[in-house]
């Protein structure tokens, strides 16, 4: 019996005292075991839970420092990338301006070159009819003067127009302008004339876009074969 309950004073008293008789042992060590041993678990429990907490408070500490850090790293990588796509932008501005400036060159040289061919027209168009003129006063008998000025004019400015020239096919008609205008072989201003007028017309054609540089310089080398002449009268430009 329970040394201090008397009598049964409650059914839990009466039920542990009755299973103590029974087992003939003394209840109040296991109770007070089991009140132990429940607040020790108890203790133990919140221990756990505070540890756990702990841990948890742990990670969750380590996991906003890691967002911030990846926040911090993510804003760098955007600043890089805005730094990089500003250098990018800066850079296609450049080639840009760069790619315009190097068209208005091509452009104004383009242009240079077609008024020193318009030159080179000019100037043989002015040798061609001194000649006509040398041929015309040696054939009405008067005092005739070679067309030397006029030739010398135009040579300059074949050379002139060769050394404006931007590609190198650019060149090819005009040495063999310059080559059809310097021939000593022909005997008769009128194939003279005949070349010249040729050559005119064929730098005008390329410059037009007609002819290639490669078939004007074809053309111009190609000479064309004079008409009948009235007369047959003969005269060397190179005296």
């Known amino acids: 019996m329970i040394p201090f309950a ?13 299973v103590a ?19 020790l678990g108890a203790v133990t429990g919140a221990f756990v839970v505070w540890l756990l907490s702990r841990g948890r408070q742990k990670q969750d500490r380590e996991d906003r420092k890691e967002e911030r850090k990846q926040d911090r790293l993510d804003r760098e990588a955007e600043r890089e990338q805005a730094r990089i796509d500003r250098s990018s932008e800066l850079t296609s501005e450049r080639m840009l301006r760069q790619i315009e400036r190097e068209q208005d060159r091509g452009f104004r040289a383009h242009e240079r070159f077609d008024v020193a061919v318009a030159a080179v027209i000019e100037r043989i168009g002015a040798a061609q009819a001194a000649t006509l003129l040398y041929r015309h006063e040696l054939s009405a008998g008067g005092a005739a003067l ?29 040495d063999a302008t310059f080559a059809v205008v310097t021939a000593r072989n022909e005997r008769t201003s009128q194939q003279t ?47």
């Not at 409650?10 to 005292?17: K, N, Q, R, S, V």
């Not at 730098?203 to 080398?221: N, S, Y």
């Open 21 to 39: 008789n029974a087992l003939d042992v003394d209840p109040l060590p296991g109770f007070f075991l089991t009140l132990t041993a429940t607040f």
């Open 193 to 239: 004339a005949l070349n010249y007028q040729n050559a005119a017309d064929t730098l005008a054609e390329w410059r037009r876009g007609l002819l290639t540089a490669d078939q004007a310089a074809e053309k111009i080398r190609h000479r064309p074969a004079p008409r009948p002449p009235a007369d047959d009268e003969a005269d060397d430009l190179s005296r």
């Open 146 to 174: 070679p067309p030397h000025g006029a030739q010398a004019q135009m040579h300059s400015a074949i050379r002139i127009a060769q050394m404006t020239a931007t590609h190198p096919d650019d060149v090819k008609p005009l």
């Open 6 to 18: 008397d009598s049964c004073s409650t059914p839990l008293i009466c039920a542990i005292d009755g």
